[in-house]
């Protein structure tokens, strides 16, 4: 886990069986939220105890939280290339998300998280940010932006602000209603 000293001052952290989390404080303003860096287990079986860990994580700190990492499971069969797409598994996943109240943060600069190259490529999105609301609230316009890979088949995610670019308007609102007064205006004449 990395993070700008600038930015942020380590209070605390924790390890379990799956996770770490650690509680920082911004250095301007004193927020204070939770980080929880994830490796999901693979076996369906540990994976419902490592929900379970998340779960009591949760139950521990009520408040601002983010939680991120390598779950080893996806939330929708389109976040994998090729290759079966256990419901179960993904409607476990769900249920942690809903039950800790999380927002799955929009990804940014690529499809997929994972990727392992062979006779066929298979790809899935299998890292992910995921924060509670009132850590939303306090960090609007996050997302989460896959940087590249240097070493690992994993992409590094790292939760950013969106950038809010001036580009052509693709709307302008006009008032309809005097052009068609115009309109009939002209008809009638």
């Given at each position: 886990?990395?993070?700008?000293?600038?930015?942020?001052?380590f209070?605390?952290?924790?390890?379990g069986?799956?996770?770490?989390?650690?509680?920082f404080?911004?250095?301007?303003?004193?927020?204070?939220?939770?980080?929880s860096?994830?490796?999901?287990?693979q076996d369906?079986?540990?994976?419902?105890?490592?929900?379970?860990?998340l779960?009591?994580t949760?139950?521990g700190?009520?408040?601002?939280?983010c939680?991120?990492g390598?779950f080893?499971?996806i939330?929708?069969p389109?976040?994998?290339?090729?290759?079966l797409c256990?419901r179960?598994t993904m409607?476990?996943f769900?249920?942690?998300?809903?039950?800790?109240?999380?927002?799955d943060l929009?990804l940014?600069?690529g499809e997929y998280t994972?990727?392992?190259?062979?006779?066929?490529?298979?790809?899935?999105?299998?890292d992910?940010?995921l924060?509670?609301?009132?850590?939303?609230?306090?960090?609007?316009?996050?997302?989460?932006?896959?940087?590249?890979r240097?070493?690992s088949d994993?992409?590094?995610?790292?939760p950013?602000?969106?950038?809010?670019?001036?580009g052509?308007?693709?709307?302008k609102?006009?008032?309809i209603?005097?052009?068609?007064?115009?309109?009939s205006n002209l008809?009638?004449?």
């Open positions: 886990m990395m993070w700008d000293k600038n930015t942020f001052n209070v605390s952290s924790s390890q069986e799956f996770s770490i989390t650690c509680i404080q911004l250095v301007d303003g004193g927020f204070t939220w939770a980080f860096g994830v490796y999901g287990p369906r079986y540990v994976k419902l105890r490592s929900w379970e860990e779960r009591r949760r139950n700190w009520p408040r601002p939280w939680i991120g390598d080893n499971e939330l929708y389109q976040e994998r290339s090729s290759g256990p179960n409607l476990e769900h249920d942690f998300i809903n039950y800790a109240a999380l927002v929009h940014r600069g994972w990727s392992r190259s062979g006779g066929e490529a298979v790809c899935s999105g299998l992910r940010l924060v509670s609301l009132d850590w939303e609230e306090h960090f609007p316009d996050s997302l989460q932006t896959r940087l590249p240097p070493l994993h992409f590094p995610l790292s950013e602000r969106a950038k809010l670019e001036r052509n308007v693709p709307f609102f006009e008032n209603w005097l052009k068609v007064e115009r309109f008809v009638k004449k």
